[in-house]
């Protein structure tokens, strides 16, 4: 394995981070729960039901110490702000060619030692239905657990919840999944994907 690190976050990314981190204690937000170890880990940012998820989501990782990882179209990844984005923490995804998001990050969860790569599962802000999957596939494959992210608006406390391990079971996984964030209350309640039945199906298909 040809192990690689994180180039270090310049000028404007170390601002950026400090202006969130600051950002999200004017607001009243703490942080709850401990960055598990290894760390190497896929963590589930959801429910994702407003923009302000990603920001205090910034301000949350700063405050727990953690340079958490971001999938993006490699378009984005370009000059002028290429450079930004990676400091920031995105890993450019690049479709042509016929590789899929899956094992692009798998790939890169074998060249880093420590790599943690936040994935919203709903995809949108906007109220959905479904999760899409490519998480799940991803921390099998890579053989790493998942972490659940929380951003809980009725106590404006945000973390990192329990690590669960993936058993190729994916409705029992998800069940697991879901008791946590029963207790925690998105900014738009009636956006949240809630109950079993809206994230398997084809989900279970596909794991077969």
Known sequence: MTTIED??????????RAAMLGFYRRRGWT??????APRRFV????PHTSNWDFLYYLGLTADLGIRAHF??????????????MRQMGG??????GGLDHVRQMVAEFARR????????????????????TGFYHIAVAAKVP???????????????GPLIWPTGDFRADMEKILAVYRDCTPKYPDRAVR??????????????
């Open 91 to 96: 890993i450019p995804v690049d479709r042509r």
């Open 71 to 84: 999938m993006g179209k490699h378009s984005l990844f370009r000059w002028p702000i290429g450079g930004f």
């Open 113 to 132: 030692d420590e790599f943690m790569l936040t994935i919203a599962p709903e995809g949108t802000r906007g109220k959905t239905k479904k999760w899409r």
């Open 195 to 208: 109950s079993i039945s809206d994230i398997v199906g084809d989900a279970e298909g596909a794991m077969t």
């Open 146 to 160: 998942m972490v659940v992210g929380l951003m809980d608006y009725g106590r404006k406390a945000g973390g990192l």
């Open 7 to 16: 180039q270090p976050p310049g000028r404007l990314a170390r601002l950026v």
């Open 43 to 46: 963590i589930i940012a959801a």
């Open 31 to 36: 942080a709850v729960g401990e960055v598990p």
